[in-house]
């Protein structure tokens, strides 16, 4: 564990970026986590006279059309956001890397059902489908959780699949059977830890493309609704002001959003690092 | 301008020095080494992995890797120094009077041209014939190895040929030109003994005919006493010695080349007999390396080999050994 | 009192892949079978090296696999110990006692290794799944095996990325030990290693031997390697054996013409006539895709066949002490020229 951890540290000290990618990570996780205790304002509190009304010392990030604090309403909105996305690459993680390990290590019946399944979810455009998704289901964020974790979960399957199809002939596998392991063990014992790695990169992006994905669910309506905090529909409602002048309505959590997604595709190759032991010199 | 006696050597190389800059610090895997090679002969560069020999090898051939930084040392083929001779210079001969076969024949080969195309891909380059006549010269080359029903052969994708065949067709594609050096870098590292035997057969009656100049470069002493009549042994970026094949194993004068006699089975009448060599290569990113490179594992090692510089002396009939006190 | 049964008896034993179109509804036939393992038949003693050699193509590897139980027999009986573990499928082996008896060293050691294993992991597999050990008893055996193998025990916190050739060799030697078996199967255990470390983990296994009581069944294509390890040797071709007996033997006078051609292809270091005195087998292989049950194996290779290679397949027959070849005309006097061909396909 220890060794673990050192090698972490050796990570990020190798290099800025990804430790600025990790620090930006905590502080978004912490931001989810004690999110109202930090806010200075209640997030549904409007106050019409104080509506539009540009950055200043009192509303760092200004306010909306309804009066209400821009900056509480990014820090709320960061645990909705945070949440969706990494409950649906958990599920889409979970789910998608199992399935493909097993097509790839057993292939036959196996192989096919997944295969035609991935199939089937990626002949669609996945936006479109996951607009298709939520429309039919209902907004709530339940579904949107689903139909992000749906429309990602082929690119972990394709992945898993070709990491254990290649391996599964690997040395490695027949020394394990040598040693007793039974397939069951040898798939979630040795051949799972294998393409971790390869997997963590994976996780990273998808984050992020989650979280656009929610996102533009909102902001076209389907998901979450006002006057719940979330990025994609602050973006939405801000939309309409860019033109009158109001710009900070719509800019900062479109800031707010893109740091995050910047920084998630940071992390992917320092995570990758980390959980990749050929990396450790 | 490219030499054609017999006397005069092909290929002189001297004072030799090769480094690599990798991440972990950098490497010289090569330094100070010299050789020559006359045509009609055969010469083998032995050593165990990390002795230099394949870097050698490219080095020659200039398809070394982009790490790598060329710090001292002259190659001089027939006349023309390949150091300093531009990269188009250097294109023109390499296939054509300078040419290698490499390990692994399967995937030094393309995957996914027939292997007939690939042999017309060199004649085209190098060879002078047109392109109506490629495809037959590339038969005739097929033919020339020893692979049979050449004509459908030459449809064959390399995935389709045993790993024998293969190098046979790496052979062609080397020789298509008729070049006067012959670099075989471990031609035979993935084959069975019999096929090795066939391979190596082939290259040596290939090269007797056409007067070539063979460099082979291998880390069994087998290969090289069957099939060389010189064999320079290395070690860890050094020539430690170089000697015609039969008075190498009948009085070697360098201990790393008694070591390495010694540990190799085929000679051994049991297994007793056999002698490991004591510690290790060292590490070749250090800066304090000692002048003499195996002089932290000598049995014999002195204070002198420590201190003074490697001397490199000719003992008797066209030998040389790099040692103080060589046994 | 040590009994006089072998450790391992292998009778009869097959092993045929189904190769060819396959119809998609219903069940057909495949129209082909592949011959990897035909007939072989041998015994290894206790505390006895046998040596396999052969080139690719004979075989062994499929044997290897056969006798460790990771693949299941077409036909033929494995008897080990008197137990027939050949009845045993290969996928319920792994929890039958007899797994920890029979073990394997592979050849590539980098292969053979979880990369995300480090060393202590990878050679506490086996006790963890076959002798349930845990805590301080595992690591206690752990450190034993490492120490029997001559890999010190800072080393086992590594991975196999960071360690060298011959450790990475010590590694997989010390799993395979670690269950005590009775039998190890060495599949070229030193052919991805350079010389120098080659003699040490050679001797190594030599010492293994002694301590541990072991049998070894060594596969190598190294003939040189396979004189100074092996009791006895068999010499397989196309899924046959076709030679058996006492190494020095062998190597001194080989009575197939297989293994003859074999030794001859062999480079001696510091002999320069090998290629004058070398015999070769001309064409390539037959092909192991229904062979014919009559032709001998090398017919048409051979120099010495005639017509009756071709109706009559040779069987295994004693030619001097301990000494057996699938031949018609074996060589009892290796200084013979070899009879001129009377007939070839």
Known sequence: MTATLRHTGYVLGENPVTAFAFTLFFLFVLCAALGPALAPYDPLASDTAKALTGPSPAHWFGTDQLGRDIFTRIVVATRLDLGIAITAVSLAFGIGALAGLAAGYYGGWIDRIVGRAVDTIMAFPLFVLAMGIVAELGNSVANIVYATAIINLPIYARLARAEANVRRRAGFVEAARLCGNSEARIVFGQLLPNILPLMMVQVSLTLGFAILNAAGLSFIGLGVRPPTAEWGIMVAEGASFIVSGEWWVAFFPGVVLMAAVFCFNLMGDGLRDIVDPLRRT | MIGDSNTVPLLAVEDLGIEFRTRSGTVRAVDGIGFELCRGKTMALVGESGSGKSVTAYAIMGILDAAARITSGQIAFGGLALLQAGEKAIAEIRGRELAIIFQNPRTALNPIRPVGKQIADVLLRHGNVTAAQAPGRAIEMLAKVRIPDPERRARSYPLELSGGMCQRVMIAMALACAPQLLIADEPTTGLDITTQAVIMDLIAELTASQNMATLLITHDLGLASEYCDHIAVMHAGHIVETAPMEALFATPHHPYTAKLIAATPGGAPSLDALVAIPGALPDLRRADLPPCRYSERCERAAPDCFDRPLPRRSVGDDRRVACHFPL | ?345
């Open chain 3, 1 to 345: 009192m040590t009994s006089d049964r072998p450790l391992l008896a292998v009778d009869g034993l097959r092993k045929l892949y189904p190769v060819g179109k396959h119809r998609i509804w219903g069940r057909g036939a495949a129209s082909s079978l592949l011959h990897a393992v035909d007939g072989v038949s041998f015994t290894i003693g206790r505390g006895e090296t046998v040596g396999l050699v052969g080139e690719s193509g004979c075989g062994k590897s499929t044997l290897v696999r056969l006798i460790a139980r990771l693949l299941d027999a077409s036909d033929g009986s494995i008897c080990f110990d008197g137990l027939e573990i050949g009845k045993i499928p290969a996928r319920h082996f792994g929890l039958a006692p007899p797994r920890a008896q029979i073990q394997m060293v592979f050849q590539d050691a980098t292969d053979s290794l979880n990369p995300r294993f480090t060393a202590f992991r990878a050679i506490a597999d086996p006790l963890l799944r076959l002798r349930r050990l845990s805590g301080t008893a595992l690591r206690a055996r752990v450190e034993e095996v490492a120490r029997l193998t001559g890999l010190q025990s800072e080393l086992l916190s590594r991975f196999p990325h960071q360690l060298s050739g011959g450790q990475k060799a010590r590694v997989g030697i010390a799993r395979a030990i670690a269950v005590e078996p009775r039998l190890l199967i060495l599949d070229e255990p030193t052919s991805a290693l350079d010389v120098s470390v080659q003699v040490v983990i050679l001797r190594l296994l030599q010492d293994l031997k002694r301590q541990l009581d072991l049998s070894y069944l060594f596969v190598s294509h190294d003939l040189n390697v396979v004189r100074l390890l092996c009791n006895r040797i068999l010499v397989m071709y196309l899924g046959h054996i076709v030679e058996s007996g006492p190494a020095d033997r062998v190597f001194a006078a080989p009575a197939h013409p297989y293994t003859q051609a074999l030794l001859s292809a062999v480079p001696k270091p510091g002999f320069a006539g090998g290629r004058s005195t070398r015999i070769g087998l001309p064409g390539e292989p037959r092909s192991p895709i229904d062979p014919a049950p009559h032709i001998c194996p090398l017919y048409g290779r051979c120099g010495r066949g005639t017509e009756k290679c071709m109706v009559d397949m040779p069987a295994l027959r004693a030619i001097a002490a301990g000494q057996f070849a699938a031949c018609h005309y074996p060589i009892t006097d290796p200084a013979a020229e070899p009879q001129p061909l009377a007939a070839v396909a």
